[in-house]
C-alpha cells in the first residue's frame, strides 16, 4: 500500500507542471513528448486509471486537479 502512495507522487507532480506549461487544466500523467510523437495518450490512459483513487484523495484532501481527460490540445 505504500509503495501505491508513494508512486504517485512523483508522476503527479510531473503532470501538473507539463499541463501547466501547455495552458493545460489538470493533470498530465503521460510524457507530452510522447503523445505528440505517437498522437496517442496509452500511458496516461492506463496511469490515469491506476491513480484514480489517489487522485479523487488529493482532490478532496489537498485541492489537487483532475486528470485531464482530453488531450487533443497537445496533438494539434
Known amino acids: ?5 508513494g508512486s504517485y507522487f512523483a508522476p503527479s507532480n510531473r503532470g501538473i507542471q507539463q499541463a501547466s506549461k501547455l495552458r493545460g487544466d489538470g493533470l498530465l500523467y503521460g510524457s507530452v513528448n510522447h503523445i505528440a510523437v505517437t498522437h496517442g495518450s496509452s500511458s496516461h490512459d492506463f496511469l490515469s486509471r491506476l491513480f484514480v ?13 483532475a486528470s485531464i481527460r482530453c488531450n487533443l490540445f497537445i496533438t494539434s
Open 1 to 5: 500500500m505504500a509503495i501505491y502512495f
Open 53 to 65: 483513487p489517489l487522485n479523487l484523495i488529493d482532490q478532496a484532501l489537498f485541492g489537487g486537479p
